[in-house]
């Protein structure tokens, strides 16, 4: 069954005569394919259309002289902020993007996308599923309705003839030895983890990269918007409430390098139950030194941990709760990623993704003008 397409790119040591003879082989070592391919010159690229899964898999694993990845029409669950790093991320890496909302949202009215309105019921999401290959959410919601709009895409997966990809919303910690932490989360994931371990018939993974390095710079240079409380660093009060001593290691990783690697992720076909990435395993305290370093002073205190039960014990708020529960997930052990796995993983998925350190992703925002595109 055709999956999508496939770019074969030169490498730059290789001819466009020497690509051609390779891919010729490649072809006929397979088996004949009825008019699968054309050549740009524009772009030294051929393109392989309506690639079958089998095929691209034994392009794959031929040893030429050929770059291949596999092009996919991409749905994103959600048109919030998160999405804005996947729409470009995706359209970067070739795919086709589509993004599934509830209302029109002005950023996603664009020529290069498709904006599909839906109601997340099953019906809705099987017809707006029905000619993509994969699904990546990146809804937030701390209610049990994640659960059940997460639910619902996996079950319009299950349905479709196509769409066998699925990266639910995660984005946390080490759930491998954590899976309970942060508390809140437990609630409206695990449905969503035990329904998709009981299930064969779509691919998935829960994806995961610790704390977002994005709030360390301002908000005019991101698309996160601020969460007060909920994250250590607050710029809009210069505050750094750092949860238990600030010396327990935790990892940073930028929305942007999560995009790119999930585009690139979305290319392979042997993903595992938990998938890891990190740009910077470090602690909080070195965090507020190296801002303070670049000359953010901020008002930094402590937030140990019997402070912390006692704001869940007490209960004020719903917001106060969330918040104790999100430091006491950064003191447990659970922000800091399984280290083998993340070696493992970078090597087996996201060759070629430079992912930023604390001190690169802030050099890097030094140089952004605020009308230039979020880093």
Known sequence: MPVGSVHICKQDNCEDNLISIEFWKALESFGKLENPWQYCNTRSRL????????????????KLHLKVF??????????????????????SASHEVVVLSRREKEWFKRDDISLRITDY???????????????????????MGSATAHLALLEACKQSPKCKRYIPSEYGGNIDEHPDQPTFYYANHEPVRKALREQKEVMWTLFNLGWLMDYLIPQNLRYIKDIGDFYPINLDNN????????NELVALTS???AARAIAQLVNHVDWEPTTYICGETTTWNFVGDELASRGLKLARSYRPIELLEKEIADAESEDKVLAAQYDMWSISGAGFLPQEKLTRQAHKYFKGIKFRTVDEFLNDSTKQDSSDIAI
């Open 255 to 257: 929305a942007r390098d």
């Open 239 to 246: 505050t750094l409430k750092i949860p238990g001593t600030g």
């Open 70 to 91: 596999l092009i996919m029409r991409v749905a994103i669950a959600g048109a919030g902020d998160l999405s804005r790093y996947f729409v470009e991320e995706l359209l």
């Open 47 to 62: 393109y392989l259309q309506y690639c079958t899964l089998s095929f691209y898999e034994h392009l794959r694993n031929q």
């Open 121 to 143: 019921s099953v019906p809705s999401l099987i017809k707006e599923l029905d000619d993509c290959d994969a699904l990546v959410s990146a809804l937030l919601d701390y209610s």
